[in-house]
């Protein structure tokens, strides 16, 4: 099979893609952009690459979200990426500068490779192949970059109530093959409303399992004897005692190590905060929430993955954040009630915080069909659509599904310190890209 990807398309892509690497667009929220300066540059700097690959854009007067498009015709189809990225984490556990990338023993490093801004480059480049080799697209192919995925999602959201929805498309932000169904995503926050004598705050997205939780005060020795009892890892410096985990996607929480919790685990010896309690009792490291709902799967979709993800204590406030990942054939209204449920137990307020229902797009449909069918065919792998646990862009549409980039035999190393993405995977998706999109918006 012939490939439209030259070393000149290569290249170009890596080059862009260090460009916007650069940038470092997590939520820094402040009153002239909705989701901060660095994110609103990021969106002007792609657009304005996009503007030199012939693609005619937009961007929202208010800093939403941009869009590239090209091609003519009635139809739509989408390539759903978003430009904002995690925050870095702790600094200390990168090899170098998360924000000024690097290629070194055959992998370019920095935030953002992997989720989204890497699979978002060789999609876009896939098609500036495809229309260097003479290709005319049957279609409109619009690049749609979302600004807030990381977080709330408001960015598609405001797209959705202003622009035109694609008639089917994909996001470049799962793994291959093609994720056919994602389970159903509920955040919530479990509040009380208690006085504290120290503050604390653990946690960054929701995300992310959390892989490190500092406690400051008084009580740093015997919280550090507790933790020793555990055989919890943690650092100490007088007063300030840092729990340490392991951080992972929320979907994969079972594979992470909760800082938060162990911290909550060491501190309720000493403070009786029904929050903190909640923590230790009910949430404790079962990452499936059995405590709360039992035994949540089904054959489609898996288990049910529950993440504490974020703690915040104030002098008159704590706030928990809970991040559910459900299979699609549960309803939430049953998730609903059993947090409720845990919560009034508890001495807690129960609070929604965000919802994004599952997705599903029949095997037989024709853009799975062709997708799987180029994945197979370019890779030799004969691997089977998947279920994810992880919620993308292509639920904000109709008949979109998540097609890469991460290949199966590839690190995961999003959201964590050092992401990555080796170069030859990196080349491997815009071949497997541009053949896909050649298939589907070009004609024949």
Known sequence: MKTFISEKHQNEAIASLKTILSYPSYLQEDDETPFGKDIQAVLEKTLEITEGLGFRTYIDPDGYYGYAEIGEGEELFAVLCHLDVVPPGNLTLWDSKPFEPIIKDGYIIARGTEDDKGPTMAALYAVKALLDAGETLNKRVRFIFGVDEENLWRCLGRYNEKEEKATMGFAPDSTFPVTFAEKGLLQVKMRSQETSAYTLKAGGAMNVVPEDATYEGEWAEAIAAELDQLGFKYERNGNTVTVKGKSVHSKNAPDGINAIVRLAKAIGAHDDNKVLAFLRDVVQEDA?????????????????????????????????????????????????????????????????????????????????????????????????????????????????????????????????????????????SMDIYAEALYRLTCEK
Do not use: W
């Not at 039992?294 to 915040?312: C, F, K, P």
């Not at 008949?399 to 995961?412: D, I, K, M, R, T």
């Open 288 to 428: 499936r929430g059995l405590a709360i709902f039992g035994e949540v799967q089904d054959e489609a979709s898996g288990i049910l993955t529950l993440n504490a993800a974020t703690l915040s204590i104030e002098e008159n406030e704590t706030v928990l954040g809970l991040d559910i990942r459900y299979p699609v054939t549960i309803e939430k209204d049953f998730i609903v009630e059993k947090l409720e449920t845990a919560a009034e137990k508890a001495g807690l307020i129960y609070e929604e915080y965000d919802f994004i229902a599952p997705l599903y797009v029949p095997l037989d449909h024709p853009l799975v069909e062709n997708l799987m069918a180029v994945y197979q065919e370019k890779t030799g792998d004969m691997s089977e659509a998947l279920v994810s646990g992880g919620a993308t862009f292509a639920r904000t549409m109709d008949n979109c599904v998540a097609f890469g980039a991460q290949l199966p035999q590839s690190e995961a190393t999003l959201h964590g310190p050092n992401e990555r993405v080796a170069l030859a995977d990196f080349y491997q």
